[in-house]
């Protein structure tokens, strides 16, 4: 796989051995085992795959170049590059300017725009009526577009099934940057829909079953579907894709469960005219952190944390499996971390910011997973390990780590 220029400072000495490590020891990605890194009174439970995936270090390598190839210029990004506040706090130092939120909210107006000015296209891609807009202006999009390859395979999918009639219900979050991109381009081919998860999904399985109205379903996913849509001709055919950071098993979930309300609408024997398989839109990068996380999940640590940003979809998501058996903090950066007793977290179904009490367990050795989301720099779980060695005495230092770092033990 293609390697990318990232600045140094988003590296780490502890973690890029680590993956450096496992890539050797694991070329085939086979072993879903946590890395244990032992600092004598601390124990670290790494992720086997984490941080950094494909997408992001390539929109982080085109951004910065943007920035070295356009001096003087005003430089704009259409929405966040990636959901990571310490990359577009990088960038923002470095003058660039952000046009939209991330809810697609106007921060600058495409008035002040001109075709003088550069715009980054962020990872998640952007709505097609954006993208125009701007090169009617004249501005070159494709020059500096980060989007993702594995979200524009998402596309080409979408492109396909709609060609052949297939209504497309998206998996995803409605008001996210790259399932807003999806959408635009699902709608050009065909009708589109999005359901947030199994229980909108069923909520729309009534429906397509007829068991409820055009205004219903009008009023129920009201800003979710693409104009025109007539719930008595456009439930005929469906085929399921994804936002690429959703938890992949659920998206699997999903796409079973509608195979069977066309069954049953339709016959199993005549399931082919009336269902596509997509199953391959799953990102491989979020497919590899999610099974390390279940690898994670088989430890006997005694907490975890998860670091990224706090509208992070993937990263979210790493939370709510290993919520299920650990006590989790979801951080965006060691800054969280007050003292040895009190943690500032993110709880993300609810939106809201909370502070935890004695979060670290009084025992030693103490037993803590680390991961992170794919946009997350691995230089932040550096600094988390780092914050949490600082309140013990006898820590490994970090050369004595780096010495052993060949001999590691997997749990």
Not at 368 to 397: Q, R
Request: charged share 25%; glycine share 4%; hydrophobic share 35%.
């Amino acid at each position: 796989m293609k390697t990318f220029n990232v600045p140094e400072f988003y590296r780490s000495p502890i973690i890029s051995a680590v993956k450096t490590y496992r890539k050797t020891q694991d070329p085939r990605k086979k072993d879903n085992s946590p890395t244990i890194l032992d600092f004598g009174p601390v124990k670290y439970y790494i992720a086997r795959h984490f941080g950094f995936c494909y997408g992001v270090e390539n929109a982080i390598e085109i951004a910065f170049k943007a920035l070295d190839e356009n001096p003087g210029k005003r430089i704009f990004l259409l929405s966040q590059m990636i959901h990571n506040p310490e990359v577009n706090k990088d960038l923002t130092e470095r003058g660039v300017l952000f046009l939209q939120d991330t809810h697609g909210e106007q921060l600058i107006p495409f008035d002040t725009v001109t075709a003088n000015d550069v715009v980054i296209i962020p990872a998640f891609g952007a709505p097609l009526n954006i993208l125009e807009l701007l090169e009617k202006k004249g501005i070159q999009t494709e020059k500096y577009n980060t989007t993702c390859p594995f979200v524009e395979r998402v596309w080409k999918k979408s492109e396909q099934i709609g060609k052949t009639n297939h209504t497309i219900i998206i998996h995803g979050k409605y008001n996210h940057e790259e399932t807003r991109s999806t959408f635009s381009r699902s709608s050009v081919h065909s009708k589109a829909v999005v359901v947030r998860d199994l229980e909108e999904a069923k909520v729309l399985a009534s429906f397509i079953l007829e068991n409820k109205s055009q205004a219903d379903f009008e009023k129920t996913f009201s800003g979710k579907f693409s104009e025109g849509f007539d719930i008595k001709k456009d439930f005929e055919k469906v085929g399921v894709i994804n936002q690429t950071t959703m938890l992949a098993s659920e998206t699997e979930e999903i796409a079973n469960y509608f195979k069977s309300v066309m069954e049953e609408k339709y016959s199993v024997s005549e399931i082919k005219n009336h269902f596509a398989d997509t199953h391959d839109t799953l990102c491989y990068a979020t497919n590899e952190n999610q099974d390390a996380t279940y690898g994670l999940m088989k430890s006997d640590a005694d907490l975890a944390i998860v670091i990224g940003g706090y509208n992070s979809s993937n990263t979210s998501h790493l939370v709510e499996l290993l919520e299920k058996k650990f006590p989790t903090y979801f951080i965006s950066s060691a800054k969280e971390i007050e003292s040895n007793t009190r943690i500032h977290h993110f709880d993300y179904p609810n939106k809201k910011h909370l502070s935890t009490e004695n979060f670290l367990p009084s025992q030693t050795p103490l037993k803590i997973i680390i991961t992170s989301g794919a946009s997350c720099p691995d230089s932040l779980l550096d600094e988390v390990m780092h914050k949490i060695n600082s309140y013990y005495s006898g820590v490994k230092s970090v050369q004595e780590m780096l010495s052993v770092i060949s001999t590691i033990h997997l749990s």
